[in-house]
């Protein structure tokens, strides 16, 4: 029993950041049918930071804030240098590009930083713990899971009530007839990679201070399943990314408990195994074109 | 060639799309106050020229001019904010937004408080737009989805207001309700470009015509001088001139 | 077209054996007056060539990418090493293999079907996923299944030596090895993509309603070609493994998806873009190489490229598909390219003589 709640709030904590990256990539994708495989790196180039402003000193308030403005920065250049010239170009045109992007970060971080992982400081509190009827809960598991749910809050609030958050749903919905609106096509554009550059940014911190180290591919797990996570709850709805990424959280989670120690480091083969199940039954998620059709935040 | 008093002057407008001619050579001109009408069977490079108009189809050739500002390279977004509005066709409203959101993209560029104003303007001359307020878009009937994408398009106060095909497939008493809104905003002053099929309801509308066919003007003048013999002439592409 | 004319696939033949005629005139070359360095490159080349027409196949049909493929030329790979390699090398290397597998040493061909069989097995197991899926879903299922295969061999230690490197495969892969399977492959993939079945397929990818309004079935047309394509690529890994002598599972990862699915998305739709980018991405990475290197004799593993070229690749990737965004040779097969480049050629000579008579 104390086991199973342990295992829950892992699964909780996990669920987080995989919702966090998987709404990251929904939002670029629901706007502008951009898959973007460099995701992935947006979270890299945070944990780069992270480890070398802490590695200098910096306090961790201000590390955090470099790390998250980093990979808004990184969005804005990608989406400046690489996407911006794309954007009538053919889906899978994107997607090559989007990967090839990916390839090419990953090979700076690797001509900048090398090979070997780079250990980041993180401040001791974020191993610090309580103990509950006998459990012991880290702190740093429920501020990831408060932290994620303040944010899905925050973000359902800007789409719902501000008028670019309205832009970037209609956008989603029928990109020229918000043009019609004589919303600007590139304050869209912007709008949605700062939005998806600071949830990577996000999902970065969280996940590097449970990984607490950084290599030029640290960012190729995560994006891999934030994306399936997307696939699996239905490929450009927000709802639906942030379904699949408790769902895969859970079903990794669930696998490690049930199955014998033999089995874990196949764990990631059995957990996108099921998803395959999953969309051998349903094609297009979990939601499938329902969902997407009617109810995008 | 601009005349003194024309909101919007199109000189030598061309559209294609690849190889396809959709408007070939249009000149156009609308004065400010006016309501004109551009006829034409299905496929006479109608919806063309509005979007041509806007930015949204591809000008290969021409000039426009509006409100003394040359618009012909300027992108979709600037030339809605320089005071122009279209309502496209089959009104293309955000079916999964609630009307109210809806109206507030139709005013994008103006502050909260602004918006209220003008919303609460248009909501006794549309009361559809109060009433319905908090529902989806999509789930409202075909007239009533008009009405609310005139007034999204309303919002922005435009000086110019594009029409196109509000008719198209609604029932024929909801086609006087819409005829009856473009005749009380033509009493307010509002100039508008409306394309139509309903030749007729259009006419009886309008101050002036242009009848377009196989994307070349084929007919143009007041819409008194034009009856159902030149109309017909004009629709098979025999040129004339009113 | 080819469906109006009865033989469809003379058509087909043609275009091989101009493809096939090109590529022995390049192996010709190098042969006669390349270094053993060119001669590497050559066969690298060669064997991706393979892979990458296997991988159109699919791709190029379908309108869908696949990033799985790799893992069947994984599995080809290490199906055909496992059967093949000394059994005295097994012995130390994974001595708790299964005798049938340890005690094994058969010769280049049945191990090489081996393999291909396995891969096959698994393509049609799973098959009917993928050929459901599309656009970007499509991508990060098939991703998703390279690295479920990447995960169960670099895992698999009694099996594969888990993430350490499998040596001691006997280097059976030679030149006359590759230009035969490659001449294999080649026909193999023009009279697939010609067939009815490909010729419906291509037709759906440009409308799908279209197509299927005309009786085409999207998902056995798919799959029929997702299991082709498994097959061409397992060839290609066998090939591979066999040439190298040692194989991993990191050769087999992300980086290998990167070149195979760049070669096919550069080149254009057809099996000729295939070919095509497959030369563009090899003389490429072979420039920034020896730009990089001066001349040395750099290595022909394509997954140990230094950070430095790849960048630079990645990124004249990202400059092909924003100047060319179709691909080299768009969707034209090689007879296809010919053809209009005389018709082409034909009117201006005409308007010419025109111009003198008057």
């Given at each position: 029993m104390q086991?199973?709640?342990?295992?829950?709030?892992?699964?909780?904590?996990?669920?987080?950041?995989?919702?966090?990256?998987?709404?990251g990539?929904?939002?670029?994708?629901?706007?502008?049918?951009?898959?973007?495989?460099?995701?992935?790196?947006?979270?890299?180039?945070?944990?780069?930071?992270?480890?070398?402003?802490?590695?200098?000193?910096?306090?961790?308030?201000?590390?955090?804030?470099?790390?998250?403005?980093?990979?808004?920065?990184?969005?804005?250049?990608?989406?400046?240098v690489?996407?911006?010239r794309?954007?009538?170009?053919?889906?899978?045109?994107?997607?090559?590009?989007?990967?090839?992007v990916?390839?090419a970060?990953?090979?700076?971080?690797?001509?900048?930083?090398g090979?070997?992982?780079?250990?980041?400081?993180?401040?001791?509190?974020?191993?610090?713990?309580?103990?509950?009827?006998?459990?012991?809960?880290?702190?740093?598991?429920?501020?990831?899971?408060?932290?994620?749910?303040?944010?899905?809050?925050?973000?359902?609030?800007?789409?719902?009530?501000?008028?670019?958050?309205?832009?970037?749903?209609?956008?989603a919905?029928?990109?020229?007839?918000?043009?019609?609106?004589?919303?600007?096509?590139?304050?869209?554009?912007?709008?949605?990679?700062?939005?998806?550059?600071?949830?990577?940014?996000?999902?970065?911190?969280?996940y590097?201070?449970?990984?607490?180290?950084?290599?030029?591919?640290?960012?190729?797990?995560?994006?891999?399943?934030?994306?399936?996570?997307c696939?699996?709850g239905?490929?450009?709805?927000?709802?639906?990314?942030?379904?699949?990424?408790?769902l895969?959280?859970?079903?990794?989670?669930?696998?490690?408990?049930?199955?014998?120690?033999n089995?874990?480091?196949?764990?990631?083969?059995?957990?996108?195994?099921?998803?395959?199940?999953?969309l051998?039954?349903?094609?297009?998620?979990?939601?499938?074109?329902?969902?997407?059709?009617?109810?995008?935040? | 060639?601009?005349?003194?008093?024309?909101?919007?002057?199109?000189?030598?407008?061309?559209?294609?799309?690849?190889?396809?001619?959709?408007?070939?050579q249009?000149?156009?001109?609308?004065?400010?106050?006016?309501?004109?009408?551009?006829l034409?069977?299905?496929?006479a490079?109608?919806?063309?020229?509005?979007?041509?108009?806007?930015?949204?189809?591809?000008r290969?050739?021409?000039?426009?001019?509006?409100?003394?500002?040359?618009?012909t390279r300027?992108?979709?977004?600037?030339?809605?904010?320089?005071?122009?509005a279209?309502?496209?066709?089959?009104?293309?409203?955000?079916?999964?937004?609630?009307?109210?959101?809806?109206?507030?993209?139709g005013?994008?560029?103006?502050?909260?408080?602004?918006?209220?104003?003008?919303?609460?303007?248009?909501?006794?001359?549309?009361?559809?737009?109060?009433?319905?307020?908090?529902?989806?878009?999509?789930?409202?009937?075909?007239?009533?989805?008009?009405?609310?994408?005139?007034?999204?398009?309303?919002?922005?106060?435009?000086?110019?207001?594009?029409?196109?095909?509000?008719?198209?497939?609604?029932?024929p008493?909801?086609?006087?309700t819409i005829?009856?809104?473009?005749?009380?905003?033509?009493?307010?002053?509002?100039?508008?470009?409306?394309?139509?099929?309903?030749?007729?309801?259009?006419?009886?509308?309008?101050?002036?015509?242009?009848?377009?066919?196989?994307?070349?003007l084929?007919?143009?003048?007041?819409?008194?001088?034009?009856?159902?013999?030149?109309?017909?002439?004009?629709?098979?592409?025999?040129r004339?001139h009113? | 077209?080819?469906?109006?004319?009865?033989k469809?696939?003379?058509?087909?033949?043609?275009?091989?054996?101009?493809?096939?005629?090109?590529?022995?005139?390049?192996?010709?070359?190098?042969?006669?007056a390349?270094?053993?360095?060119?001669?590497?490159?050559?066969?690298?080349?060669?064997?991706?060539?393979?892979?990458?027409?296997?991988?159109?196949?699919?791709a190029?049909?379908?309108g869908?990418?696949?990033?799985?493929?790799?893992?069947f030329?994984?599995?080809?790979?290490?199906?055909?090493?496992?059967?093949?390699?000394?059994?005295?090398?097994?012995?130390?290397?994974?001595?708790?293999?299964?005798?049938?597998?340890?005690?094994?040493?058969?010769?280049?061909?049945?191990?090489?079907?081996?393999?291909?069989?396995?891969?096959?097995?698994?393509?049609?197991?799973?098959g009917?996923?993928?050929?459901?899926?599309?656009?970007?879903?499509?991508?990060?299922?098939?991703?998703?299944?390279?690295?479920?295969?990447?995960?169960?061999?670099?895992?698999?230690?009694?099996?594969?030596?888990?993430?350490?490197a499998?040596?001691?495969?006997?280097?059976?892969?030679?030149?006359?090895?590759?230009?035969?399977?490659?001449?294999?492959?080649?026909?193999?993939?023009?009279l697939?993509?010609?067939?009815?079945?490909?010729?419906?397929?291509?037709?759906?990818a440009?409308?799908?309603?279209?197509?299927?309004?005309?009786?085409?079935?999207?998902?056995?047309s798919?799959?029929?070609?997702?299991?082709?394509s498994?097959a061409?690529?397992?060839?290609?890994?066998?090939?591979?493994?066999?040439?190298?002598?040692?194989?991993?599972?990191?050769?087999?990862?992300?980086?290998?998806?990167?070149?195979?699915?760049?070669?096919?998305?550069v080149?254009?739709?057809?099996?000729?873009?295939?070919?095509?980018?497959?030369?563009?991405?090899?003389?490429?990475?072979?420039?920034?190489?020896?730009?990089?290197?001066g001349?040395s004799?750099?290595?022909?593993?394509?997954?140990?490229?230094?950070?430095?070229t790849?960048?630079?690749?990645?990124?004249?990737?990202?400059?092909?598909?924003?100047?060319?965004?179709?691909?080299?040779?768009?969707?034209?097969?090689?007879?296809?390219?010919?053809?209009?480049?005389?018709?082409?050629?034909?009117?201006?000579?005409?308007?010419?003589?025109?111009?003198?008579h008057?």
């Open positions: 086991l199973a709640f342990q295992q829950f709030i892992n699964a909780l904590s996990l669920g987080s950041i995989y919702a966090l990256v998987a709404l990539v929904a939002i670029l994708f629901s706007i502008l049918r951009l898959a973007n495989f460099a995701h992935g790196e947006l979270m890299t180039t945070a944990g780069f930071t992270l480890y070398m402003t802490l590695a200098s000193g910096w306090n961790w308030v201000l590390a955090v804030i470099a790390a998250i403005a980093a990979s808004v920065v990184a969005a804005l250049i990608l989406e400046r690489a996407y911006r794309l954007r009538n170009a053919q889906p899978l045109t994107l997607l090559m590009t989007s990967f090839a990916s390839v970060l990953q090979s700076i971080f690797l001509l900048t930083f090979a070997r992982p780079k250990g980041i400081e993180l401040p001791a509190f974020v191993d610090a713990s309580f103990r509950i009827g006998g459990m012991r809960v880290q702190w740093l598991d429920i501020a990831i899971i408060l932290i994620t749910a303040a944010i899905v809050f925050g973000l359902t609030l800007f789409l719902r009530k501000t008028v670019i958050g309205l832009a970037l749903r209609s956008a919905d029928d990109f020229q007839t918000t043009r019609l609106m004589g919303v600007k096509a590139n304050a869209l554009f912007v709008g949605a990679f700062v939005l998806s550059g600071m949830l990577a940014g996000i999902a970065a911190l969280f590097f201070a449970t990984v607490p180290n950084v290599v030029p591919s640290s960012g190729f797990e995560p994006m891999l399943k934030g994306f399936i996570a696939v699996i239905g490929l450009g709805s927000l709802p639906a990314a942030i379904v699949g990424g408790f895969l959280a859970f079903l990794e989670v669930g696998s490690d408990a049930l199955l014998s120690d089995f874990s480091p196949y764990l990631d083969a059995i957990v996108f195994l099921i998803a395959i199940v999953i051998r039954w349903r094609p297009g998620g979990i939601f499938g074109v329902r969902l997407t059709a009617e109810q995008r935040v | 060639m601009a005349t003194q008093g024309a909101i919007l002057s199109i000189a030598g407008l061309s559209v294609s799309y690849g190889t396809v001619h959709a408007v070939r249009l000149d156009m001109e609308i004065s400010e106050g006016e309501t004109v009408v551009l034409g069977a299905n496929g490079g109608k919806s063309s020229t509005l979007n041509a108009i806007v930015g949204l189809a591809p290969s050739g021409g000039r426009l001019v509006f409100a003394g500002e040359d618009i300027k992108p979709t977004e600037a030339i809605i904010r320089s005071g122009l279209l309502v496209p066709e089959g009104r293309r409203l955000f079916s999964n937004m609630t009307v109210r959101e809806n109206l507030r993209l005013a994008a560029a103006l502050s909260t408080a602004e918006f209220d104003r003008e919303r609460q303007a248009l909501e006794d001359m549309f009361p559809i737009t109060r009433r319905r307020a908090h529902e989806q878009a999509g789930l409202l009937s075909g007239g009533e989805q008009q009405q609310v994408a005139i007034a999204r398009a309303l919002l922005a106060r435009p000086k110019l207001l594009l029409l196109d095909e509000p008719s198209l497939g609604l029932a008493i909801i086609v006087n005829f009856e809104i473009i005749a009380e905003l033509k009493r307010r002053k509002v100039t508008i470009l409306l394309v139509e099929q309903n030749a007729e309801r259009a006419l009886s509308i309008a101050d002036r015509a242009y009848v377009l066919a196989q994307g070349r084929e007919l143009s003048g007041a819409a008194g001088s034009i009856n159902a013999t030149t109309l017909e002439k004009a629709y098979l592409g025999e004339e009113a | 077209m080819s469906m109006l004319s009865g469809w696939w003379k058509q087909s033949l043609v275009g091989s054996a101009l493809l096939l005629a090109i590529l022995l005139a390049i192996v010709a070359i190098v042969a006669l390349g270094s053993t360095t060119d001669m590497r490159i050559l066969m690298v080349f060669l064997i991706n060539v393979i892979a990458a027409i296997s991988l159109q196949t699919y190029g049909n379908s869908n990418i696949s990033f799985g493929h790799v893992g030329m994984a599995l080809g790979a290490y199906g055909s090493a496992l059967f093949t390699a000394d059994p005295a090398i097994k012995a130390i290397g994974i001595p708790d293999a299964p005798a049938f597998i340890r005690e094994a040493q058969i010769s280049f061909l049945p191990a090489m079907l081996i393999g291909t069989v396995i891969a096959v097995a698994v393509a049609a197991a799973i009917r996923v993928f050929v459901r899926l599309s656009g970007a879903a499509a991508a990060v299922a098939t991703l998703g299944f390279m690295v479920i295969v990447y995960t169960l061999l670099s895992n698999a230690e009694q099996l594969t030596r888990g993430s350490k499998f040596s001691g495969i006997p280097e059976y892969t030679t030149l006359g090895w590759c230009v035969a399977l490659l001449a294999l492959t080649i026909v193999v993939a023009r697939l993509r010609d067939s009815n079945t490909g010729l419906g397929l291509r037709a759906c440009d409308d799908p309603i279209a197509g299927q309004a005309a009786g085409v079935d999207i998902l056995n798919r799959y029929v070609m997702w299991v082709a498994a061409g690529a397992a060839i290609a890994g066998a090939l591979y493994a066999h040439y190298i002598g040692a194989i991993l599972p990191k050769a087999f990862h992300f980086e290998l998806t990167f070149v195979l699915v760049t070669m096919v998305i080149g254009g739709r057809s099996i000729t873009g295939a070919v095509a980018g497959a030369a563009l991405i090899t003389i490429l990475t072979e420039v920034l190489r020896r730009l990089e290197n001349f004799i750099g290595s022909i593993n394509l997954s140990e490229a230094p950070g430095l790849t960048a630079v690749l990645a990124l004249m990737i990202v400059a092909t598909l924003t100047i060319r965004p179709q691909g080299l040779v768009s969707r034209w097969e090689i007879e296809e390219l010919l053809q209009r480049w005389q018709l082409r050629q034909k009117p201006q000579a005409s308007a010419r003589t025109e111009e003198n008057a």
